[in-house]
């Protein structure tokens, strides 16, 4: 078998998404802080005005067919880019230490500053990087007020977890690429100006949008199956989960860890990789258990099948992000007779997926924890 780390990886660990900052980056973020007369402003604008400038470029070089402006007449309050008809609110932080996002009060209630997506850029000016820690959409923020008695702190901005947002900026440029902006609804100007006139609360914003449905609807070609493992602990399964004394031997050993081993629960799935491996199909396996913190442990090996002894060579197990990054992958050998990617575990909720391929074929399955 090949071997691999003790150690398992934290789905929610991952590194975020890196942009560099240029030179040209710098310069322009002084000359737009420079404009600012207020010297308690000048520092936030600067970062602000990073993260506008190097977020922009980064999403130009990935949307190239939509037109992307800033707005830097709104550079105090926060960073502004429409990407098309889509508007886009930049959250520009110095650090995340606490995983606590701090949402101006104006970017949620004021007519010009809300947004379809509020994207959360960590600056770090000394290390010369602007980090991509999350993407909420407006109904997302928007359901999470509903749910949620926030105050609004002396700086006038609310306190949103991280946890909130997605983790996948490519989620983002899906979006901005297939999407009308009408699939996420934003309040009707008539709603933002009395918020703005008369002061209303955000909490009186969510009382009078309550009418409108927010409803994110992708193209069907883009509409994924996935198989929810946490349904697996109460119980339920699909029908192409098998247990493991209708795939493989007794004798294979998969197991989350020897600390909650008995505790994991386990299924498979035969893969066929059709012409790869004519008749043969090999056995993808799964075991989930639940873990400290409110998190999944989880173990992934992929075995022979068929009285077969071994894999055949070449064959790759992958794991991929949401966004289809490349997260772990391992190959088998001659002579392997399994192979498995390193233990990692994620919050109820964390999406990835399993490849399975051999030369020129693949097969995907993807899961949610």
Known sequence: MVSSPINSMD?????PEIIWLEPEHFERAIEISNSVKSEAQQWQTYLNALALVSFEEWLSTRIPNKTVNR???LIEAGGYLKVGEFKLYLIATEHLLDEVVNLPQAAIEQLELIAHFYVVLE???EQE???VRGVGR???VLNYF???????????YYQLPLSLFDTEPNDLVVYCRLLEPTAILLPFASTNSQVASEGITSSALVQATDTYEFSLVLPEYLTETRTKLSQWLQGVFDEAWLGLDALISPEADLAVSTRNAEEATTRGKLINLEMQLGSQTVALLVA???EAQEKLGILIQLHPTGGKRYLPSSLKLTLLSKAGKILHEVQARDEDNYIQLIPFKGKPGKRFSIEVSLRNISVREDFEL
Do not use: H, W
């Open 11 to 15: 789905l929610g660990l991952l590194p």
């Open 123 to 125: 600056v770090l000016e």
């Open 288 to 290: 989930i258990a639940e």
């Open 138 to 140: 407006y109904d997302q």
């Open 146 to 156: 509903r749910q949620s008695n926030l105050q609004v702190f002396q700086d006038s």
């Open 129 to 131: 990087q602007v980090l």
């Open 71 to 73: 707005d830097t007449k």
